[in-house]
């Protein structure tokens, strides 16, 4: 996940609906920024749900 894009959140709000098809479709993560500091990330639901088995 160190190379994901990375946006800020009014770029990412702007962009959601390509940076939810790439993190579906393409497996790409995007880091959302908030003054240039991470603060979340969208990864697709396959992912999430694999991390959620690895933890319970």
């Known amino acids: ?3 994901a894009p990375q946006m800020g959140i009014r770029e990412f ?3 959601l609906t390509k940076r939810v098809e790439a993190a579906h479709f393409r497996e ?3 880091v959302v920024t908030k003054n240039g ?3 979340a990330v969208l990864v697709s639901y396959e992912w ?3 991390q959620q088995r ?3």
Do not use: H, I, L, S
């Open 1 to 3: 996940m160190v190379n």
């Open 13 to 15: 709000r702007d962009d």
């Open 28 to 30: 790409e993560p995007t």
């Open 37 to 39: 500091e991470p603060r």
């Open 48 to 50: 999430f749900q694999a």
């Open 54 to 56: 690895r933890t319970t």
